[in-house]
């Protein structure tokens, strides 16, 4: 009788979307400028096939606690699907601003900078370190930025193995766009990320294939796009269609399938 309940629950439990266990997640702190160390919480999976630094989107600074907590940003995209790019298989990083950046304006102004560049060196260095697999950067809406920036930066055994751009900053008045970066540079695998309903002012899906030409260079690239979902508030927020909101599951299962492809 024990083993039916407990059958039961399994399967009970195996048919809820978020039933797996959760990964362990734990907040690092690693020198990468003099005097200067970079703040992730990081998720390890065992035996994990890959690993990814996610970038989250507006001025980038979460404001991590030493206990793990996020004073900013927990409903961005990419940090509340961490757990999900975990149970793929995936020891994560879920980058905070540097503590030298810390207060406003955070990241604004500095994604695209050389120290940027330095503290994400670090931080694929200490992940290739940590578990000998690919490292592979994930940005959403301003972390595209970030991640592309730092593919056209990074080369060669210290750069990425690959960025994946979800809801990408496709123009863009004040800071330089994705499309306008030097992406002939940038020599790893692309895929790009967006909802076809994306409202937000720099983000429209009509732009996007203009962004695919310009990746001539990377030796596979692809467009992944999505419809539906909710789409609530601010256009260029989590809750709306530029965020995924509702799709996440599927999202995260579409990108770690084309990460992980052979």
């Known amino acids: 009788m024990r083993r039916l309940i407990l059958l039961s629950i399994a399967l009970l439990l195996g048919t ?10 734990k907040v690092v702190d690693i020198p990468t400028r003099p ?13 994990p096939k890959a690993a990814v630094i996610l970038f989250p989107g507006g001025h980038g600074g979460l404001q991590l606690f030493a206990n793990g907590s996020i ?11 961490r757990q999900l790019f975990a149970e793929q298989g995936f020891l994560v990083a879920v980058i905070d601003a540097p503590s030298d950046r810390q207060a406003p304006p955070f990241l604004q102004g500095f994604r695209q900078s050389p120290e940027h560049a330095a503290d994400a060196r670090a931080v694929i260095a200490w992940l290739r370190d940590m578990a000998k697999v690919p490292v592979w950067l994930i940005g959403t809406s301003r972390g595209t930025q970030s991640a592309a920036y730092l593919a056209t930066e990074l080369t060669g055994p210290e750069g990425p193995d690959g960025i994946v751009l979800t809801a990408t900053i496709l123009t863009d008045g004040k800071s330089r766009s994705v499309p306008a970066m ?21 983000c429209s899906f009509a732009e996007a294939p203009a962004l695919m030409a310009k990746l001539g260079a990377a030796p596979r690239s692809q467009l992944l796009s999505f419809k539906g979902g909710e789409n609530r508030g601010d256009p260029c927020k989590a809750s709306a269609y530029h ?3 509702g799709l996440e599951r599927d999202v995260v299962q579409q990108i770690s399938a084309w990460i992980l492809a052979k």
């Open 182 to 202: 030097s992406l002939d540079k940038v020599r790893v695998p692309v895929l790009v990320v967006h909802h076809e309903q994306d409202g937000c002012e720099h």
């Open 16 to 25: 809820q979307p978020y039933a797996q266990a959760q990964t362990a997640q």
């Open 71 to 81: 004073k900013w940003g927990e409903d961005n995209f990419l940090v509340r699907t």
């Open 35 to 47: 005097g200067i160390t970079q703040r992730m919480l990081v998720l390890s999976p065992p035996d």
């Open 243 to 245: 965020g995924f909101n």
